[in-house]
């Protein structure tokens, strides 16, 4: 895929993973970045995202990326996503606070907020935040990652969240040509597989209903109907 000449000039010191071309159409696309110069992690959001709009073409529905940034060792991060987020996160920092009976910290960022929860209590958050707003819904939760997600072209989720102002060490992104699903922001990708973990794929599963039965019948809770959470439970 294209990049920008100075980006280009600096693949010596990255890594770049799985790339997909223009050339083929019809088809989702997926961008990635790996950095092995520390050097240039403040510039890693936007060098994902001029990759993201390079693949509109491939997605043009909705758009997400995962970003990978620094760990502080007294904390752990859930992202967080409302279609009401004035509301919603009005005092939700508060809330959980009070219920974990310690202190949480909120970055706010249009339908989405980063939680950053004391070491040791996301589950307890998860389960406090389910009794504060269930219509709340989890967008990752992990020690580094964030994701962000909606629907709409990939520069306008991009500028919606200000990806190119985020730093880290890592990333995934994914441009959403619909299929199987509908097109809504628990549809797009990435998903959130587990702890600082992500799931992005390009194409669509057949037997996705199947599977989405077969994990709910094991106890899985399932907030999409996208046919790759199958994948990501498998």
């Known amino acids: ?4 000449s100075e980006q280009l000039a600096m693949l010596s010191n990255a890594i770049v993973l799985n ?3 223009q050339k083929e159409r019809g088809m989702c696309g997926i961008v990635g970045l790996f950095l092995k110069d520390s ?12 990759m993201l709009i390079t693949m509109t073409d491939r997605g043009p529905d909705s758009a997400g990326i995962a970003i990978y940034g620094t760990e502080d060792p007294a904390t752990s991060k859930l992202t967080v996503q409302s279609d009401t987020p004035d509301q919603a ?4 920092d508060a809330d959980l ?11 706010h960022k249009d339908t989405h907020a980063v939680l950053h929860i ?3 209590h996301l589950t307890a958050a998860r389960t406090a935040l389910a009794a504060i707003n269930p219509d709340i819904r989890v967008m990752s939760s992990g020690d580094t990652v964030e994701i962000y997600k909606e629907v709409g072209l990939p520069k306008d989720v991009a500028d919606r969240f200000d990806l190119r102002s985020m730093s880290g060490t890592h990333g995934i992104g994914h441009t959403r040509m619909a299929t199987e699903s509908m097109v809504t922001t628990m549809g797009a990708h990435p998903f959130n597989t587990g702890p600082d973990q992500c799931l992005v794929h390009n ?6 209903n199947r599977l989405r039965r077969k994990r709910q019948r094991e106890g899985n809770h399932i907030e999409t109907e ?7 439970h498998v």
């Open 1 to 4: 895929f294209p990049l920008l």
């Open 19 to 21: 790339p997909t071309t």
């Open 39 to 50: 050097a240039l992690e403040p510039r890693l959001g936007s060098m994902l995202t001029d």
């Open 89 to 92: 996160f009005a005092s939700l």
């Open 97 to 107: 606070s009070a219920e974990l009976g310690s202190k949480v910290h909120m970055r």
């Open 118 to 120: 004391p070491r040791g």
């Open 203 to 208: 194409g669509s599963l057949s037997n996705h």
């Open 226 to 232: 996208n046919d790759k959470i199958g994948r990501a």
